[in-house]
């Protein structure tokens, strides 16, 4: 945990496999004591991992926005970026607000990310940049320096950091899943390996590749 707060505090380019490594960490301990048939603390473990592993993720989600997430919006990402795609990411943040109002939320952005583009010497969105996007450091320029080449470069890679928020999301979710799943096995008051043996009563379709359970009672999950 230690090391993902480094990274983050860094803003590197490497904390997505710090979160990642997170994440399975937990899963891994989790599946240790599924196999011990201790289900008493596989609950409270993974509670506890998806609320750090969360809070470090929204963390890394605002880094990726930028200082104006208006930005993946600007017409360079024409058919890549659009809003109901950046609503999503808005609305992993915050689920109460909706495409109408990330828009209402971006639209001082919008205007002063034009406003900036066109004025000489409008580089403040280009210094706030995080290293987890691009550095200066990365970029070569002139002797007059290089704030032009580095928003270039920004504006190349910014398709593959939202990317990037939409993968860890997922993997966020996922991880949730595995809770649910968990909870599942608990009320269903079955061992985890007699669980990992169900199969389906009757023969499935060719391809067929999900399962369904239907508990005789509803199942209840916090």
């Not at 004591?33 to 929204?58: H, M, N, S, T």
């Not at 999503?88 to 034009?114: C, G, Y």
């Not at 320096?145 to 950091?161: F, V």
Request: proline share 5%; aromatic share 10%.
């Amino acid at each position: 945990m230690g090391l993902v707060h480094q990274e983050l505090e860094q803003k590197s380019q490497i904390i997505d496999e710090y979160l990642l490594m997170l994440a399975l960490a937990y899963i891994a301990e989790a599946r240790c004591y599924l196999e011990l048939e201790e289900f008493d603390i596989v609950p409270q473990r993974l509670q506890a991992g998806a609320e750090k592993i969360r809070a470090c993720l929204q963390t890394y989600v605002n880094m990726l926005l930028t200082s104006n997430p208006a930005v993946y919006l600007h017409p360079d990402f024409k058919g890549q970026i659009d809003l109901k795609r950046l609503t999503k990411i808005f609305q992993w943040l915050d689920p109460t607000i909706d495409e109408s109002a990330v828009f209402e939320s971006q639209r001082d952005n919008l205007f002063s990310l034009m406003s900036e583009q066109n004025s000489k010497g409008g580089y403040r969105w280009v210094e706030s940049l995080p290293a987890a996007i691009v550095t200066r450091k990365e970029v070569k320029g002139s002797m007059f320096g290089n704030r032009e080449e580095t928003k270039q470069e920004a504006m190349r890679r910014l398709p593959q950091a939202i990317e990037m928020m939409e993968s860890m999301i997922e993997t966020q979710q996922r991880f949730e899943v595995y809770q649910v799943e968990v909870q599942a096995i608990a009320q269903l008051g079955i061992s985890f390996h007699e669980w990992l043996k169900l199969e389906p009563a009757e023969p499935q379709p060719e391809g067929a590749n999900l399962m369904y359970i239907l508990p005789s009672q509803p199942l209840e999950f916090s």
